[in-house]
């Protein structure tokens, strides 16, 4: 058992915190002894026995002055601390030791801010950072996307394993890995396009002309397109006045097609509700190019042969992120539009969000959303592959995105070809592989049909995540196993319902019981953005 010290104002994030290291933990009792004893917030340290006591705290403490430590504090901003072959970021301010039995290191200065001491009850490990200031900073405002490659708030609970192991203090851990898998996998669709004929002289069709005539021509001739794939587009730009009057294939209206390519796979496809209707963007502003020219009644018959197929139908929401009374609204249209079929999902429409966001969303009847990734790059921005509870919310959970194509291959973005994609893909596929959770997925719907022509690199995908051994689930399945994974422990779980009534579908949990020292066996490695 974990006993917890810290200020209250940090209850909410370590409450969050160990919902994701999800171990036997309290807040410290008197008389109590520990096992491990965390001390965060920079409080008097109890005289109460712990095996192993661990000291998180930005600032200088009585126990720093002791002996030959010098402490050297710094200033917030993101450092890279140097854990093995790791390296975790963090962003808050710190404090340096000059110390012999270091753990952790300042990548830049080389001093330590973890170190080894040792107490009359016994091991003491001092950390020189407020960790649940770096948890609430995470899962509030984010990552910035230079350290998008890194799953900072998993390294964060690695690190912790890691030192309570190493000590070889028992430690029981559900790992966020369902039982006969090695990670969890969920496929994702934005539904922006699904017509090409509903689109006439617009923004959309002159891109697209553009893109499959000129630019085309340009990435084939620099060698990241191949010549096949810019004859495809051509003919797909030559149809373009037959697909209007009704003689050709409108090549853009089949999501089904996603069904074949996925294998039977479970996906999500988020629709918009309203056609024509941009919303209002951050600024308060609206932007006419975010209004679609479709809305979720248009599609019904195919919404009708996705869910025939397995497939969940949620919210691409227009200004349910800033309205719960529009997100009622919004989710009520893609109701009707699914027959009848609640949609519990949501997925902003370029991914705005705010702080408030989540209690919209929960006040109007949504039970996840997956809104919460970069629009300019791929990676973690919350740090983390698992669902987690937003701040401001009760029930309803955040299923981070981490790869999304248009950030893979957008001139505006990483711009990367095929090949380079699948590295960086594979980066991110890994850090699940090694750390747990789930990679969420979006690939637009138009992305497998001319002129963008990514079906390839997505069949590659879905094969990497079969083959490393992933447990693919909808958005609703992959949010219930973490419903019934934090339900574990608990007395009266404030989701039973949830958990209930999925549970049957869902693969088992897994426990793990440290009894001593392990190796860490790489546990903490990371790959890098390419």
Not at 27 to 56: N, S
Not at 151 to 163: F, G, N, T, V
Not at 171 to 198: K, N, W
Request: net charge negative; with cysteine; charged share 20%.
């Amino acid at each position: 058992m974990i006993g917890v010290i810290a200020d209250p104002v940090d209850y909410q994030a370590i409450r969050e915190f160990f919902e994701l290291f999800k171990t036997p933990w309290e807040f410290t009792r008197p008389g109590r002894r520990y096992e491990v004893l965390l001390c965060a917030g920079g409080g008097p340290v109890p005289a109460q026995a712990a095996g192993l006591t661990i000291i998180y705290c930005s600032h200088l403490l009585p126990c720093d002055a002791a002996g030959t430590i010098q402490p050297a504090p710094f200033e917030s901003g993101c450092r890279l601390l140097l854990y093995g072959d790791s390296r975790i970021p963090i962003y808050g301010n710190g404090i340096a030791f000059t110390a012999e039995d270091a753990f952790l290191r300042d990548e830049n200065s080389g001093r330590a801010v973890g170190y080894w001491a040792s107490s009359d009850a016994g091991a003491v490990a001092r950390i020189g950072y407020d960790l649940f200031a770096e948890i609430r900073l995470l899962l509030t405002v984010g990552q910035p996307d230079s350290n998008a490659a890194t799953p900072a708030l998993d390294l964060h609970i690695a690190l912790l394993r890691d030192l309570i192991v190493k000590q070889g203090v028992p430690l029981l851990e559900i790992p966020p890995v369902p039982d006969g898998y090695r990670f969890i996998a969920c496929l994702t669709h934005d539904a922006d396009h699904p017509s090409l004929r509903l689109h006439g002289l617009d923004h959309t069709m002159w891109g697209f002309l553009y893109r499959a005539v000129v630019r085309s021509a340009a990435e084939a001739v620099r060698g990241r397109l191949p010549f096949g794939d810019m004859l495809r587009n051509w003919w797909a730009a030559a149809k373009l006045p037959f697909i209007h009057l009704g003689l050709a294939e409108d090549f853009w209206r089949d999501l089904s097609r996603y069904v074949q390519v996925e294998d039977g796979k479970p996906s999500t496809f988020f629709v918009i509700p309203f056609r024509g209707r941009p919303g209002l963007a951050p600024d308060g502003v609206p932007r006419p190019k975010r209004a679609a020219a479709y809305g979720a009644a248009d599609i019904s018959g195919e919404i009708e042969k996705l869910t025939a197929a397995g497939c969940e139908i949620g919210l691409h929401g227009i200004d349910a992120w800033r309205d719960s009374s529009a997100a009622i609204v919004e989710l009520e249209e893609v109701r009707r539009a699914s027959g009848g079929k609640r949609a519990g999902g949501v997925r902003m429409h370029w991914l705005y969000f705010q702080e408030d966001s989540p209690a919209a969303l929960e006040s109007a009847g949504a039970s996840y959303d997956s809104t919460v990734g970069f629009n300019e790059t791929v990676g973690f921005r919350a740090g983390t592959t698992q669902a987690y509870r937003p701040f401001g919310a009760k029930t309803l959970l955040e299923l981070p995105l981490h790869i999304m194509d248009t950030a893979l291959f957008y001139p505006a973005y990483l711009t990367l070809s095929q090949e380079e994609a699948r590295r960086v893909a594979s980066n991110i596929v890994d850090s699940a592989v090694r750390l747990g959770g789930c990679v969420t997925v979006n690939w637009h719907d138009r992305s497998i049909a001319p002129e963008r022509l990514w079906g390839e690199a997505y069949r590659r995908l879905v094969g990497e995540l079969m083959d490393k051994g992933a447990w693919f689930g909808t958005g609703e399945n992959v949010t219930a196993w973490f419903r019934m994974r934090r339900a574990a422990f608990d007395r009266a779980p404030q989701s039973a319902s949830q958990v209930e009534a999925a549970a049957g579908s869902l693969p088992g949990l897994q426990v793990r019981i440290y009894n001593g020292p392990v190796p860490a066996e790489d546990m903490m490695a990371a790959g890098p953005i390419e």
